[in-house]
């Protein structure tokens, strides 16, 4: 095994170690991860806030060398939650090596990646200037990637001197182009709590049963219009998804209150405006409340763009590709040269029993190596 491999695992089981799911705080992780970027030598920004449950949540946004432009690595702390963790020779949040592959929660996605980015920065001397971007809350909603892009002095300086950004999400080191965003927002019917022996109650899910027909045919006719569709991705459809929920759930209290979640992923070349004028029109008719839940934006460039033509000459591949997931991207995408471009796979992540195989970490140090001493 060779060291950079090694150090590219060390980092990655540290880093496991600290569950950061998405509902707890990120600040070990972070202090972490900052205090190897300060031992390289890196200027490091701690951006804190509150989430909407008052968890304090940190990004940190780092700089290392003179002058302006330089490229920038992005990458997020947190992770998905691990109820569902199977694996009955290792721990969600021990970082177990076994069968070349590193087994744990957010080895995939994507504290391997940042750990073959940190080690790949330890390992150049960079004559231009190498930022890191590593944010919060990504998981739900790209919270940090907003609070990146409307507080960080070094963000706002890598715009405005077009700085080469690289996404480290998991593609197998595929250069990604454009990936699909997201819109998620609730449709709520309320009625009146009250013991069932008695007449005192109002059912809430009776207000919104009569409007989900209308929900689904809107549903159907979204995926199977062209006009709501874009080759450039597979599926190319939104990918419309529906959940339905009560509060409370108990057989013997009327339901109080009825929640039809909608989320789909909307596309760089499709107009969805007037799906959501027509949701907000079905509400208005059915007397139900639309509550937005978040919005991510889709992001896409040029393939044919002289940074993605560059990276691709680094990763020795010939095209770029499209992704159907989100990513930071959608939120920093003030960053006008981007790509996304980072080791594991997509199919790996989320699992309930998450890995990245040592090839991809081996792969990712290399990778990164010449993408950080590069002349953008």
């Given at each position: 095994?060779?060291q950079?491999l090694?150090?590219?695992?060390?980092?990655?089981?540290?880093m496991?170690?600290?569950?950061?799911?998405?509902?707890?705080?990120?600040v070990?992780v972070?202090?972490?991860?900052?205090?190897r970027?300060?031992?390289?030598?890196?200027?490091v920004?701690w951006?804190?806030?509150?989430?909407?449950?008052?968890?304090?949540?940190?990004?940190?946004?780092?700089?290392?060398?003179?002058?302006v432009?330089?490229?920038?690595?992005l990458a997020?702390t947190?992770?998905?939650?691990?109820?569902?963790?199977?694996?009955?020779?290792?721990?969600?949040?021990h970082g177990?090596?076994?069968?070349?592959?590193?087994?744990?929660?957010?080895?995939?996605?994507?504290?391997?990646?940042l750990?073959?980015?940190?080690?790949?920065?330890?390992?150049v001397k960079?004559?231009?200037?190498?930022?890191?971007v590593?944010?919060s809350?990504?998981?739900?909603?790209?919270?940090?990637?907003?609070?990146?892009?409307?507080?960080?002095?070094?963000?706002?300086?890598?715009?405005?001197n077009?700085?080469?950004g690289?996404?480290g999400?998991?593609t197998?080191?595929?250069?990604?182009?454009a990936?699909?965003?997201a819109?998620?927002?609730a449709?709520?019917?309320?009625?009146?709590?009250?013991h069932?022996?008695?007449?005192?109650?109002?059912?809430?899910?009776?207000?919104?049963i009569?409007?989900?027909?209308?929900?689904?045919?809107?549903?159907?006719?979204a995926e199977?219009n062209?006009?709501?569709?874009?080759?450039d991705?597979?599926?190319?459809?939104?990918?419309?998804?529906?959940?339905?929920s009560?509060?409370?759930?108990?057989?013997?209290?009327t339901?109080?209150?009825?929640?039809?979640?909608?989320?789909?992923?909307a596309?760089?070349?499709?107009?969805?405006?007037?799906?959501l004028d027509?949701v907000?029109?079905i509400c208005?008719?059915y007397?139900?409340?639309?509550?937005?839940?978040?919005?991510?934006?889709?992001?896409?460039?040029?393939?044919?763009?002289?940074?993605?033509?560059?990276?691709?000459?680094?990763?020795?591949?010939?095209?770029?590709?499209?992704?159907?997931?989100?990513?930071?991207?959608g939120?920093l995408?003030r960053?006008?040269?981007?790509v996304?471009c980072?080791?594991?796979s997509?199919?790996?992540?989320h699992?309930?029993?998450?890995?990245i195989?040592?090839?991809?970490l081996?792969r990712?140090?290399?990778?990164y190596?010449?993408?950080?001493?590069?002349?953008?």
């Amino acid at each position: 095994m060779s060291q950079r491999l090694g150090r590219a695992i060390e980092l990655t089981q540290q880093m496991v170690s600290f569950p950061s799911v998405s509902d707890r705080s990120n600040v070990e992780v972070s202090q972490f991860v900052a205090d190897r970027l300060v031992e390289m030598g890196f200027t490091v920004e701690w951006l804190t806030y509150e989430d909407d449950e008052k968890v304090p949540k940190v990004c940190v946004v780092a700089k290392r060398g003179a002058g302006v432009g330089g490229v920038a690595y992005l990458a997020h702390t947190d992770v998905v939650p691990a109820e569902d963790w199977e694996l009955d020779f290792s721990g969600a949040f021990h970082g177990y090596q076994k069968d070349n592959r590193l087994y744990g929660r957010g080895t995939c996605d994507m504290k391997g990646s940042l750990a073959t980015a940190l080690t790949a920065a330890a390992n150049v001397k960079n004559e231009q200037p190498l930022y890191f971007v590593v944010t919060s809350d990504e998981e739900v909603g790209m919270r940090g990637a907003s609070y990146v892009n409307q507080n960080s002095k070094f963000f706002e300086e890598m715009v405005t001197n077009d700085t080469m950004g690289i996404v480290g999400e998991p593609t197998e080191l595929q250069v990604i182009h454009a990936h699909k965003g997201a819109e998620s927002f609730a449709i709520v019917a309320k009625g009146i709590s009250a013991h069932t022996s008695t007449n005192c109650g109002v059912n809430a899910n009776y207000k919104l049963i009569p409007a989900l027909s209308s929900f689904l045919e809107l549903r159907n006719k979204a995926e199977a219009n062209p006009m709501y569709h874009d080759k450039d991705f597979d599926p190319p459809t939104l990918s419309w998804n529906m959940t339905i929920s009560n509060e409370p759930e108990a057989v013997n209290v009327t339901t109080s209150m009825a929640k039809l979640i909608n989320f789909f992923r909307a596309m760089p070349a499709v107009d969805h405006q007037p799906i959501l004028d027509e949701v907000l029109r079905i509400c208005e008719q059915y007397g139900l409340e639309c509550q937005t839940k978040y919005s991510a934006r889709p992001w896409s460039v040029d393939p044919q763009s002289d940074f993605v033509v560059k990276m691709l000459e680094l990763a020795e591949q010939q095209r770029s590709y499209s992704v159907c997931y989100a990513t930071d991207a959608g939120v920093l995408q003030r960053l006008r040269r981007m790509v996304i471009c980072g080791p594991g796979s997509i199919q790996q992540a989320h699992r309930c029993d998450e890995w990245i195989s040592l090839d991809q970490l081996h792969r990712g140090v290399e990778l990164y190596e010449k993408a950080f001493i590069t002349r953008w």
